[in-house]
């Protein structure tokens, strides 16, 4: 027997204005998208950004339905409009946000196991880590790719 040990490094900022221009301006889309999500239900407001390679930037926010297992969270709206409107950009960053009744939560905000599953697919696609920025009152997080979300990620070459 053996024992394995994972390490997951996060870069960890006190305020926006800390984050380099390019970012600042990605985590200020998500909190947009954010005010226009569509969430009578939860009234859980997330708002997500994708950078692309091309530069451009592409929100989502989450859309839910009277029968809750037909909404989507905002990543997954964000990133498969991504991938429906620019099919061959691989996507650089991803920057995400959530408020409640109480507004932007204090902590940094944390994606649901299938966007997680979502992002490992992207940068398989595309063969590059994706940059993923955690919005909180009380700080921001940033992490250098999915595996840090979801370390033992199924992936798609389990299907070979
Ligand atoms: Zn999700």
Redo the contacts with the bound molecule.
Sequence with gaps: MRIKELKILIQEYDRIEELPDLEQKLLEKARTAAENAYAPYSHFN?GAAVLLENGEIVAGN?QENADFTDG?????VALFYAHATYPGTAVKAIAITAKNKNGFLEEPAQ??????Q?MVETEFRFKKPIRIILDGKNGIQVLNGADSLLPLAFKPVALD
């Excluded at 989507?72 to 997954?76: G, Q």
């Excluded at 994606?111 to 997680?116: A, K, N, Y």
């Design positions: 997330v989450n989507l969270c905002a990543e997954r994606p649901c196991g299938s966007c997680r979502v």
